[in-house]
T-cell receptor, first 115, second 115 residues
Framework: DTEVTQTPKHLVMGMTNKKSLKCEQH?????MYWYKQKAKKPPELMFV???????INESVPSRFSPECPNSSLLNLHLHALQPEDSALYLC??????????????FGEGSWLTVV | KQEVTQIPAALSVPEGENLVLNCSFT??????LQWFRQDPGKGLTSLLL?????REQTSGRLNASLDKSSGRSTLYIAASQPGDSATYLC??????????????FGSGTKLNVKP
């Protein structure tokens, strides 16, 4: 099973709402990622969790708050977003060590629209 | 800082043609390079991963090569089909304990295979 599952697939939220995006993997991966992707652009890294600890934060605004409750789950909490935050949010996972291979696997993404 | 470039940005070919997509990177200190496919509005699907010590990888009609010293990788697609139409992205993983989980993506090549 090489699946990363993201929910919801689509989300529309107002600028004052609080919502969350969820991500789950059961491949035993110890690194999990959030990426943001705008139309016709490559994915931009937001956060990386390694062994359930936040290891990379690419200077993301505090209105995005990541959480890693356990090694299989990754959440992205959203609050007071702006319309320019509308994008496809991708979750990914990979093995956490420099082992052979180390493919990164992506979920199908959550489409976020901020109105 | 690692820069990844993909040329061409878009490519349109008739069905059955063999084609080559290019990916170049500025820093040869890489751990691996991965090729992905992305269909409109979807997540990224891993196609091939090449470790830095490898020269090429093959999967079906796809063949990826890596020349680390010159900072280049190519993705060869044999006998292209309309179902191959998608955006193809390459990503490099740095050979760095500090940035190991920080993938650098190219901007992608949008491929259209005409029936």
């Amino acid at each position: 099973d090489t699946e990363v599952t993201q929910t919801p697939k689509h989300l529309v939220m107002g600028m004052t709402n609080k919502k969350s995006l969820k991500c789950e993997q059961h491949m035993g991966h110890r690194a999990m990622y959030w990426y943001k992707q705008k139309a016709k652009k490559p994915p931009e890294l937001m956060f990386v969790y390694s062994y359930e600890k936040l290891s990379i934060n690419e200077s993301v605004p505090s209105r995005f708050s990541p959480e890693c409750p356990n090694s299989s789950l990754l959440n992205l909490h959203l609050h007071a977003l702006q319309p320019e935050d509308s994008a496809l949010y991708l979750c990914a996972s990979s093995q956490g060590l420099m082992s052979s291979g180390n493919t990164i696997y992506f979920g199908e993404g959550s489409w976020l629209t901020v109105v | 800082k690692q820069e990844v470039t993909q040329i061409p940005a878009a490519l349109s070919v008739p069905e059955g043609e063999n084609l080559v997509l290019n990916c170049s990177f500025t820093d040869s200190a890489i751990y691996n390079l991965q090729w992905f496919r992305q269909d409109p509005g979807k997540g990224l699907t891993s196609l091939l991963l090449i470790q830095s010590s490898q020269r090429e990888q093959t999967s079906g009609r796809l063949n990826a090569s890596l020349d680390k010293s010159s900072g280049r990788s190519t993705l060869y697609i044999a006998a292209s089909q309309p179902g191959d139409s998608a955006t193809y992205l390459c990503a490099v993983r740095p050979l760095s304990l500090y940035n190991f989980n920080k993938f650098y993506f190219g901007s992608g090549t949008k491929l259209n295979v005409k029936p």
